[in-house]
């Protein structure tokens, strides 16, 4: 079983930055896939990045790549997203997601509340 909490969401002002942070629980952190995920208003929800490990495969929306990074420490059992130059359509609820083996809308096994942010023109 594993418990996601995500943090540090709030409105910044168009080409600002954000750091999103997921607490995760278990002592299996490292076993995970991770990643972020957003619904924006009136959309599905969309995988927007993804981590097995830092020094190896790390995946990106195309729509955030080169804008956002997403990294992990699994000795706090933490994931982050750094979100720079953002965009109004980066609006949205943020999900931190955990998998064991894929990271997808429909199957993908714990999700965190959600966390909103907001950017404004």
């Known amino acids: 079983q594993v418990q996601l909490v995500e943090s540090g969401g709030g409105l910044v002002q168009a080409g600002g930055s954000l750091r999103l942070s997921c607490a995760a629980s278990?002592?299996?952190?490292?076993?995970?896939?991770m990643g972020w995920f957003r619904q924006g208003p009136g959309k599905e929800r969309e995988f927007v990045a993804g981590?097995?490990?830092?020094?190896?495969?790390?995946g990106y929306a195309d729509s955030v790549k080169g804008r956002f990074t997403i990294s992990r420490d699994n000795a706090k059992n933490m994931v982050y997203l750094q979100m720079n130059r953002l965009k109004p359509e980066d609006t949205a609820v943020y999900y931190c997601?955990?998998?064991?083996?894929?990271?997808?809308?429909?199957?993908?096994?714990?999700w965190g509340p959600g966390t909103q942010v907001t950017v404004s023109s």
């Open positions: 997601a955990a998998d064991r083996s894929r990271l997808s809308p429909a199957t993908t096994q714990y």
């Open positions: 981590i097995i490990s830092n020094d190896g495969w790390q």
């Open positions: 278990g002592r299996t952190f490292s076993s995970y896939v």
